[in-house]
Nanobody, 111 residues
């Protein structure tokens, strides 16, 4: 397994969660990393991404609430999610480069 995501769970609206993704050093040193999510019946969508030099890009729906960060030395990618909304409910996936995916972690936000 090259990427391993964790940190999902059940939280009330307005709450926070922190997702983490760990993997092999070769992946973290080379690629742009990202978090994606897929809600039931929906297509997978980009949530946030971060380049090797920590330039970031966010989906409009999460700007100001989510923060992506990476620690290349410790092969770790995080997503801090604040002020969660029921519409954030989805399976969240981490991704490296063009096509290396971690397994998903479920985030459920109750109203």
């Amino acid at each position: 397994v090259q990427l391993q995501a964790s940190g999902g769970g059940l939280v009330q609206a307005g709450g926070s969660l922190r997702l983490s993704c760990t993997g092999s050093k070769g992946i973290f040193n080379l690629f742009t990393m990202g978090w994606y999510r897929q809600a039931p019946g929906e297509e997978r969508e980009l949530v946030a991404e971060i380049t090797r030099v920590r330039e970031t890009n966010y989906a409009d729906s999460v700007k100001g609430r989510f923060t992506i960060s990476r620690d290349n030395a410790n092969n770790r990618l995080d997503l801090q999610m604040n002020n969660l909304r029921p519409e954030d409910t989805a399976v969240y996936y981490c991704k490296a480069g063009a096509d290396v995916w971690g397994q998903g972690t479920l985030v459920t936000v109750s109203s």
